[in-house]
Nanobody
Framework: QLQASGGGLVQAGGSLRLSCAAS????????VGWFRQAPGKERQFVAL????????AYADSVKGRFTISRDNAQDTVYLRMNSLKNEDTAVYYC?????????????????WGQGTQVTVSS
């Protein structure tokens, strides 16, 4: 029901913009989070944005480099990733949480996309 896209191969220091779109639900009513999972590692929270876009939160590791935003008219959420590092390499997932409280825990999210691979090379 969620489709993440925009991943790819980029050199360290480069930028990518990920997009999250939905089918079968309207994203504008949900908090949307981005999570990532690197090989052999646990899933990690990256960023979230509440339904209105008025509240955002970021993992410390991406603060100042990543920006989450949403366009409710297009029913899409974006993750702009700048100054990419090797350690940002992972599969990135977007997820939607219909509760009234924002959460960085993946278990709080009701719907998940299939993920998009981001690979940062030296």
């Amino acid at each position: 029901q969620l489709q993440a896209s925009g991943g790819g191969l980029v050199q360290a220091g480069g930028s990518l913009r990920l997009s999250c779109a939905a089918s079968g639900l309207t994203l504008s009513g949900y908090t949307v989070g981005w999570f990532r999972q690197a090989p052999g590692k646990e899933r990690q929270f990256v960023a979230l944005i509440n339904w209105s876009g008025g509240r955002t939160a970021y993992a410390d590791s991406v603060k100042g480099r990543f920006t989450i935003s949403r366009d409710n008219a297009q029913d899409t959420v974006y993750l702009r990733m700048n100054s990419l590092k090797n350690e940002d390499t992972a599969v990135y997932y977007c997820a939607a949480d219909g509760s009234r409280y924002i959460s960085t825990r993946g278990g709080s999210y009701d719907y998940w996309g299939q993920g998009t691979q981001v690979t940062v090379s030296s």
